[in-house]
């Protein structure tokens, strides 16, 4: 009986329909991309990329740079110029033009601008800037910014009387004779502390032009010079020019540049050798005078010289003293004297 029952079951069992086995999930397919988006991810991609990476650092095991910091001694590698504070209003500018120069080179931090720019205080700035530190506390100090110091060093050095005094003279400035260097110089620096007076730059052309010469202004104002650089150029040119053909003469600032004949440079202008020949004719052609005695012997009618005492003649050379004598008193020979006489014979 067991064992049919078992059967039984077993039969029953095949006859039930066979369960259905689930099906696996279909696989996900990736939506297409267009290039729009495509150009977003790389985007995305190459930015996330460069945020890993500072300037002036060093790759490090994480592949990841390692930003560098500026030091003191990288600051002043970069030789950054002094100020003194009794230069005046220009050299503050350059001083100030070139420590901002040195903070671009030396990738110098904000919060270590004023501390370095400071080191370069000598004189009468150091004791201003110290007097400053023990008034306001080195609290103060360290947390101020850069251009909060520039703005105390205008207001100490750069009174508004001596920013009347540079407008005045911006506007009335002028070209000297054929210094056109010397006065672009000058006018680039007026403009640079008095930039209300020269802003926009057609204010800026017209100041500089206005300062020119007459005999270059009208030619400068023909050209219609649209930019400061164009403006400045032409001038340059026209009195090079001018120069040349003999319109305007030439200044002694643009003379000392010139090529000096010292006898190793065999190569020399026609100009320049003829400067040396007129030099040397009349170097040739001034008379010679004597000179006159200033002493107080008096004069010999016999030798015509200035002695003492009566004058004395040899009697062996009849010269004057017997210091002259070239006569030998042994071979009686003229030349040499007894003590340099070769010969073993003596003549009476």
Not at 92 to 118: G, H, M, N, P, Y
Not at 306 to 327: E, K, P
Not at 341 to 346: F, G, P
Request: proline share 5%; aromatic share 8%; net charge positive.
């Amino acid at each position: 009986m067991p064992r049919r029952s078992s059967a039984r079951l077993n039969l029953n069992r095949r006859l039930e329909p066979q369960q259905q086995q689930p099906q696996p999930p279909p696989l996900e397919t990736n939506p297409p991309i267009s290039s729009v988006e495509l150009e977003e991810i790389i985007a995305q991609r190459i930015a996330a990329a460069l945020a890993n990476v500072t300037r002036g650092g060093v790759r490090n095991k994480g592949n990841v740079r390692t930003a560098r910091i500026c030091t003191y001694k990288d600051f002043m590698n970069c030789k950054p110029m002094s100020f003194h504070g009794t230069e005046g209003i220009v050299s503050l500018t350059w001083w100030i033009e070139k420590t901002e120069s040195v903070f671009q080179i030396s990738l110098c931090l904000d919060e270590c601008k004023v501390r370095f720019a400071a080191c370069t205080f000598p004189d009468a700035a150091l004791t201003w800037w110290n007097n400053h530190v023990n008034t306001t506390g080195f609290d103060v100090v360290n947390s101020m910014q850069w251009e909060e110091l520039k703005r105390m060093l205008v207001e100490e050095y750069c009174p508004r009387e001596e920013i009347h005094k540079l407008e005045q003279e911006l506007w009335t400035l002028s070209m000297k004779g054929s210094e056109i260097n010397a006065s672009t110089a000058r006018f680039n620096d007026l403009a640079e502390m008095c930039p209300t007076q020269v802003t926009p730059e057609y204010k800026k052309i017209e100041r500089y032009i206005w300062g020119l010469t007459s005999q270059i202004k009208g030619m400068v104002i023909a050209s219609k010079p649209t930019t400061y650089d164009s403006a400045k150029h032409i001038p340059h040119q026209l009195t090079c020019t001018e120069i040349q053909v003999g319109l305007i003469a030439e200044s002694p600032e643009s003379g000392t540049n010139k090529h000096k004949f010292n006898g190793k440079n065999p190569i020399q202008s026609s100009e320049e050798r003829q400067d040396v020949a007129s030099n040397y004719a009349a170097t040739t052609t001034i008379p010679f005078q004597l000179r006159k005695y200033a002493g107080k012997l008096p004069w010999c009618t016999q030798c015509n010289r200035h002695h003492l005492c009566n004058c004395s003649w040899c009697s062996q050379c009849n010269h004057q003293h017997a210091g002259d004598c070239y006569i030998c008193m042994k071979c009686k020979k003229k030349g040499h004297t007894a003590n340099y006489c070769r010969s073993t014979t003596t003549t009476t």
